[in-house]
C-alpha cells in the first residue's frame, strides 16, 4: 500500500513591482495626511505595478523565483492556479497565460477568486490535488493589480491598496512547510461592504458606470474592520481546534496584511508578543490575495524556522471570505 502524502510547500517566491508609491505622494493626490494613514493603517508606502505591467507578468516572476526555489522545471508542472480579483481578462484565465509564460506545456491552469483570502483558499484546492494524487507538482499563484481597480481621487480606499504577487510549489513530499490545517468560511450575506459594482455581467461596461466611478472598488470600512478582527479570530480559532492544538503551540502568525490595527487587534486575542507576528503592511499596502502570500515568502527568508515550528496564517476578504491555515516546517522530506 503507497503510504499517504501530505501536501507541503517545497518552494516559494515573490515579486513587488519597482515603483514606490508613499503616503507623501498621496498627500499631493488625495486630501490626506502621512499621519492619518499612519494611525489608521499603519501604512507607509506602497508598490504600484507600471501601466504595462500587468496581474500575469508579476505572477510569472514570482513563479520563476518559486520553482527555482523548489529546484523544480516549468514542464514538472500538472497543475496551475492563480486566486486573483484583478485578472488580466475576464477570460482567457490568467492561469493560462502564465502557464503560456514559463512554457509549463501539460500543466492544467485555472484561476479561481477568493478575494483576500485567495492564497488560503488555493492552499486548501492544492492540498485537495496533491493528497488525492490527481496532481504531483501544484504552482499556486496569488497575484494582484489593484492600482487598475482603484480610484485614486478616492481618500477613503486609495491609501489601502498596492500591488505584487507571490508564488508557492507545492507537492506531495520533500523539504518544506506542510499544510497542516486549512479552515475555510464565507458570508454572501454582507457581500455589499465591499464590490467592484460594473464590469460584470449585472452592470456591463457603459459609459454611465463609467462616469460613476463604478469599475472602482466600494467599500464600507467601518463595517469591515468589525467583521475582519471576528471573522479573522474565529477562523484561527477553528482551525487550531480542528488540528487539535493549543494557542500556545503557534511560533508565528502571518494575518492578512489589510491594516495595522486589525493585524494587532488579532495578535493581542491570540496573546502573541510582537516579535512573532510577521507584517509587511508597511511597506507593501494590501494587495489583496498576494499578501499573506508575499509576507509568508520574506518570514521564510528572513527567519531561521526550526523543524517542526508552526506558522499559523490567517485572513478575510470581500464575499466575505475568511479562512485560517497551519503550516508546519519539515527538514524530512
Ligand atoms: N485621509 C484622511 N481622512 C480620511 C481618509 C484619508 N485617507 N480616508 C477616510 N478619511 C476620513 C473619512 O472621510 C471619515 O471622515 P468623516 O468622519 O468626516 O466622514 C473619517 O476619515 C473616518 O475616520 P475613522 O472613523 O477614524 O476611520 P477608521 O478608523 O474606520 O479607518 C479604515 C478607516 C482605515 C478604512 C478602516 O476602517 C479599515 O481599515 N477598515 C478595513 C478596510 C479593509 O481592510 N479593507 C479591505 C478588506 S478586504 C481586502 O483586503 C480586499
Redesign the pocket.
Known sequence: MSKNLSARIIGMGSYLPKRVLTNHDLEKM????DE??VT??GMKERRIAEPDEYTSDMGVMASRKALEDANLKPEDLDLILVATLTPDYVFPSTAALIQDALNAKEAAAFDFQA??SGFLYGLSIAKGFVESRMYKNVLLIASEKLSSITNYKD??TC??FGDGAAAAVISGEGEGYEISQVCLGADGNVANL?TLPAGGCRRPPTHKTIEANEHYIA?E??E??KH?VRRMETAAKKCLEMAGMEENAIDWLIP?Q??D??INAISKRFLLSEQKVFKTVHKYG?T?ASGIAIALDELMQEKDISSGEKLLLVA???GLTWGASILTRRLDG
Open positions: 488625495v486630501d490626506t495626511t492619518w494613514i489608521r493603517t478575494a483576500c481618500r477613503n491609501v489601502l465591499l467599500m470600512g467601518k469591515l474592520f475582519a492578512h489589510a491594516n490595527r486589525i494590501n489583496s478575510f476578504g470581500a
